[in-house]
């Protein structure tokens, strides 16, 4: 199939990379076109792992292309996915910010030749599909398209597995043209036996919120179990296990940790809020559960300054992991950017190490962080060091080495990581989340 991917940044050009392997012929469409020249030179923009291998392979085979020609890609292609940003808006009121997707509906509308469906790939709020579809019809009359919902569930780090084994797709539809177009999409995976749910089209738009609320209320639910275990001696590790091996349970997100973050929890959980209050609706769980996370932030601050003997003034404080979780470059509302300009602004200094994230930190947290090429040397004289993400290599760290090159040995391991009796056996003082 022809198919033609608007937006290329961590969804789109994964799925499109995906697709492409599948078999089908991909165009990338992206505005940047600083991301698009680099793409075509062969570099990936983005940290996602395996997945600059499989570009590569992809291009050279002779599926997958990149351009910022909008016109061309889209006239030839039977299915169009839209991949832009959502963000929250920049109101701050929490509702989705749906510019992008309207920008590419008018963009794409004029070019559209022949039966072609418009497939919003975006995380996008009820009713979405049926403004797409107003939009594109509005532009061009003539054009003969349907608008479907098939929202995406991969995980950054893990992209390429999510996307070629996903659990399940999701297909919202309105019409069996559509449906046929999107199963053909799909096709490969059916060799997978891959169960394609297939719904409306305001029920698949509703499904991705409704997913992404239901893991961000098990991490709250597990954050605030840890906080009560700390207060009564209890392990929630521990814990944990006890509960997630009931099968009804499950023992996925039940890790405790600074507060969920990253491009889609924190926004997904306040717009469904509001698709909720617009239809006269309150989702008390969710608005528990983001309540919950800001002030599982706050709680962690108000750790590292009970480790230091209660003031962060003039201490030198390591931080190790910056991104929102391991194996990605995207630093977009990762707990950092809430933790570390708290302890700056109480007088800390901070030193931080990131194996993939510090170029995109630069820009986002305060000025007077100091980065440094190795998790070592960002520990060397500090008072304390943070673990913030648990990346790879900060899970073997050589203790002793760590408490050599450090002013005091004091270890907040903000994911459990770290054994407290093996961290306290090499003399320092040690506080996880929900255990000590
Ligand atoms: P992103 O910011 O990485 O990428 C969006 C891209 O769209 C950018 O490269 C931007 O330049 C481009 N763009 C914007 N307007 C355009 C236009 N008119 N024409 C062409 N290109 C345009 O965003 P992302 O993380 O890939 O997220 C995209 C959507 O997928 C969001 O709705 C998000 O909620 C959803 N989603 C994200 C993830 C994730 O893990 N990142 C997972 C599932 C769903």
Redesign the pocket.
């Known amino acids: 199939m022809d198919i033609t991917m608007?937006?290329?940044?961590?969804?789109?050009?994964v799925t499109g990379t995906c697709l492409a392997e599948f078999g089908h012929h991909v165009i990338c469409?992206?505005?940047?076109t600083e991301?698009i020249d680099r793409l075509r030179q062969g570099e990936v923009p983005?940290y996602e792992p395996g997945l600059e291998v499989m570009v590569a392979k992809n291009v050279k085979e002779g599926r997958l292309s990149f351009s910022c020609e909008?016109a061309a890609a889209v006239s030839a292609a039977e299915a169009i996915f839209i991949?832009?940003?959502?963000?929250s808006s920049r109101r701050g009121d929490g509702y989705a910010d749906l510019s992008?997707i309207y920008?590419?509906s008018r963009?794409i509308a004029p070019h559209l030749r022949g039966y072609t469906v418009i497939v919003d790939?975006?995380?996008?709020p009820v009713g979405t599909a049926r403004q797409v579809a107003r939009i594109i019809g509005e532009v061009n009359p003539e054009a003969d398209f349907d608008v479907a919902s098939n929202?995406?569930?991969?995980?950054?780090g893990a992209?390429i597995a999510d996307f070629m084994r996903p659990d399940r797709v999701v297909i919202g539809v309105a019409s069996e043209r559509a449906e046929n177009v999107l199963r053909a999409v799909y096709q490969p995976l059916y060799l997978r036996e891959t169960p394609i749910v297939k719904t409306g089209i305001e029920t698949a738009e509703l499904t991705?919120y409704a997913a992404n609320a239901f893991l961000a209320t098990k991490i709250s639910f597990i954050n605030e179990m840890a906080v009560l275990c700390e207060t009564i001696g209890a392990d929630v590790v521990a814990l944990a296990k006890g509960i997630g091996m009931d099968g009804r349970i499950g023992s996925k997100f039940l890790h405790p940790g600074p507060g969920y973050g990253?491009?889609?929890f924190p926004?997904?959980t306040l717009a469904l809020m509001r698709i909720a209050q617009e239809n006269g609706q309150s989702l008390r769980i969710v608005e528990a559960t983001v309540e919950a996370n800001a002030a599982q932030k706050a709680k962690m601050v108000k750790k590292v300054r009970d480790m230091l003997g209660g003031s962060e003034a003039g201490k030198t404080i390591a931080v190790l992991g910056l991104t929102f979780k391991p194996e990605t470059d995207?630093m977009?509302d990762a707990p950092s950017l809430t933790i570390i300009p708290a302890l700056l602004e109480k007088g800390a200094r901070i030193r931080a190490h990131d194996p993939q994230g510090i170029e995109e930190a630069r820009t986002m947290l305060p000025p007077d962080v100091v980065y440094s090429e190795h998790a070592y040397e960002a520990c060397t004289g500090a008072d304390a060091v943070i673990l913030m993400t648990e990346w790879n290599q900060y899970r073997a760290l050589d203790l002793e080495r760590l408490g050599t090159v450090m002013k005091h040995r004091v270890f907040i391991d903000l994911r459990n990581v770290y054994q407290p009796d093996i961290v306290k056996a090499h003399g320092f003082s040690y506080s996880g989340v929900g255990r000590t």
């Open positions: 608007i937006g290329t940044g961590y969804v789109g050009l469409v992206d505005k940047n991301k983005i909008l991949a832009v940003g959502t963000p992008y920008e590419a963009e790939k975006s995380t996008v929202p995406e569930f991969l995980r950054e992209a991705k990253g491009s889609c926004k997904d995207d977009r």
